[in-house]
């Protein structure tokens, strides 16, 4: 199967139970979405999805997070673990693929999908509003566990994507180094860490975090 497009996805700022302020995390399958850099993470637009909510920008949005994506296998794989239905934007993801191992991403693997160029920047790392809006027991530590996030992607070149796009990969660095690596780079694998550092693979600023906490 060729890699595609399966659902573009957008959604408002709406409750979410269980938390006292809203979230754009409830993201439904729309025809089209609009993709832009959204510039810093606190003081630019927030999402890369024209028209996408994010309620707190100090940990959501900006350039590095700028669209989401999720493999729909991956939310097949959780759905049987679950025993429930998972819709396309279940995860909050604004692309839902098919035919790609999202979680098979290099860092800086660029990706042509529609007319906009996408770079492949780091993993989601799961949260208190994910976890309310799963409303599963110990969602963020299975999730973490579990350790495919998906990918967030930088937009290198502006564009509209629709569902049944292709996803070309365009670019692959060729390091080795993979977004479940940096995820665990991330929660606490030091020797990780130091891998992903000596590379300078990652964003400037995702550089920058992971080597203060050495």
């Known amino acids: 199967m060729s890699a595609t497009v399966l659902s573009a996805n957008s959604g408002p700022l709406a409750p979410v139970e269980g938390l006292r302020r809203p979230s754009g995390i409830r993201k439904h399958p729309v025809d089209r979405i609009e993709v832009r850099d959204p510039g810093p993470k606190r003081s630019g637009l927030g999402s890369g999805v024209v028209g996408d909510a994010i309620y707190s920008r100090k940990h959501h949005g900006g350039a590095t997070q700028a669209v989401y994506a999720v493999a729909r296998e991956e939310l097949d794989w959780w759905a049987r673990e679950l025993d429930r239905d998972l819709a396309d934007g279940m995860f909050g993801e604004n692309l839902t693929t098919i035919g790609i191992d999202v979680d098979a991403a290099e860092v800086g693997e660029l ?7 996408l770079e492949v920047c780091g993993p989601r790392v799961p949260c208190a509003t994910f976890a309310k809006h799963m409303g599963e027991t110990r969602w963020v530590r299975r999730f973490a566990e579990r350790g495919r996030t998906g990918a967030y992607l930088a937009v290198r070149e502006p564009g509209v994507i629709e569902p049944g796009d292709a996803i070309e990969v365009v670019h ?5 180094l993979t977004v479940p690596m940096y995820f665990r780079a991330w929660m606490g694998d030091q020797g990780l860490a130091e891998v992903f550092l000596r590379a300078r693979v990652l964003p400037r ?10």
Do not use: K, M, T
């Open 205 to 214: 600023a995702e550089h920058d975090w992971l080597e203060s906490r050495r």
């Open 111 to 117: 990706w042509e999908i529609g007319s906009a160029l």
């Open 172 to 176: 692959r660095p060729g390091h080795g």
